[in-house]
């Protein structure tokens, strides 16, 4: 924590290496070569002082993709759908970029589940896809997707993917990451994925019932609708259920569309204004914690080197008071210079 | 976001009546009356600075607590669990609180499940129970778990049991939040449960298959048993796998014993002043934060209630520059003062 972002709290007096190299990545970004793209979503994921330095440039042309979040327990089939939805929207006339966020181990920092191998046609037509490690929450969505979005938004792609291979953790960040959220379920669903569909069932835009050839499908739409019934209706968007076998690309085409006519409504409702002004006022808040914090980090780093937290541990002195005075000490520094 | 902590951003000149009723909780509770330390358990919940003067006033206190999170996915049990644990170890002499997440709707506010009713033995001999609401990520750890559990801590407890009625999401979290970690898991294991169990594997200190008396249990076991030799070793603790039937109690005294001489390990090890200290410094980390952030907030939310964003919004400016422009706005006022 303390070892981390070195970089910011030493800001160069001229122009490094690293920056230019960087600049000169952005460029070649702007003038849409792919390669440059997967570098900077790297240096986004990596999330240093850089980061920003990229959002800043690029955040003018952000604004114009469809984020569509697509998200259910695991085995529901999220891949399949992913692959061929991408393919009916690249049909379409759209650019499709497809986020896969994979669950990774904190510890061995590698991916468990791969899915990029899945999502063979879509890869071949060339849709543009990038799996994100999850940092911090397992199998949620990672901290960078919304900067990754920015990013694929920026560079002209007029809809993005975002598959959380998740089960039902992730609500609040698919819906914040998202402008229209797409929950896939399926008719077998045991003790677990009952539990989880409670947090699904009030973030859904679409709901999709995959694998609708099984035993029990119609019992679990009926199913389904009665919960939806029963649930407070929060605008004027009436939730539909689509029935779907993926593996055959049937339903496919009623998703495009309906997914097509949720944007409709976010734009038409100023939702999507809504939405987006949220994520800006989020990112105002997220990026002057993070300045403030970088300016007394390297003074905290050393005050506990030097002090170390022996009057803490010892309960003879409390976090609270020392950030206090801390922070007072760091501003008398400061009004003296 | 911008209307919350309010109250924070506006200090009173005296003492106001609500700083005088938090002391009087505050003194009641060094009393030891159970009454305080609920009232002061929503205080911390909720969330704004009220809750960093109830801390600070407490903090001395904490540090002697075993603190024990208890996760696995729903059904496996774990309430039952919990509740035969905290009998027993207070029959052994401990003083027990039982924490119990409950997965909340981010929208209604409200618990799906309730967990307190199924504890019934635990709460006729004295054992604190208190359900927390999460907020923010369904199913996962209450981001107030942690103060919580310093105040159980500073009240004199000293085993506190954290049962996360999670499906493996809050894995950080609750290593973060607990001493010693155990994972129960049941020999039925569906898909859904195989992706969990993932994230589960990495963070148990003691394993504990419950419902040892269905089908395929033996097998499951040899399975974990294999999963786990294959795991690289982190340290001298290893790991047992305690087989469990908790509706009848059996398994329960295993348990506890095993917790026990985790305990012993964390200590003899240095791992438990290691972990606190880490606690300490994360803690340092997001007091300073919102202490800085807080000092801003009000003038961010001035500036854009003038400006509006929509100058961000059209793409003619960026979040970015914009908390440049702020940070050194309110800094150049604070030095012509």
Redesign the interface.
Known sequence: ??EQSRAGSNPAPGTSPMETSLKSLIQAFHQGQVRALAKLITVVENGNRAR?TV??EI?????HAHRIGITG???AGKSTIVDHLALALTERGHRVAILAVD?T???TGGA??GDRHRMVRASQQGVFIRSLATR?????LSEATPFVADLLDAFGFDVILIET?????????IITASDTVVVVLVPES???????K??LM?IADIFVINKYDREGSQRFRNELESILGRMPQKNDWVIPILPMVAIRGEGIPDLAEQIKRHWQYLHDSGKF?EK??QR??????R???D???RR?ERQ?GSF?EQQG?DQ??Q??A???????E??RKVEEER?QR
Chains 1, 2 share one sequence.
């Open positions: 924590m303390w920003e959002l800043k955040f003018p042309k952000t604004g327990p695991p085995g669950p181990s904190p510890f468990l589940l911090g929450s397992l199998g949620g291979v998740g089960v039902g953790q992730s609500e609040l960040d045991g003790d677990s994925i009952q539990a989880m409670a947090g009030e204004t987006r002004r800006i006022l989020d990112e105002i808040e990026t002057a914690k300045r403030l914090w007394i905290i506990i937290l803490i541990l309960g003879k409390d976090p609270y008071t020392f950030v206090e801390l922070i009004d």
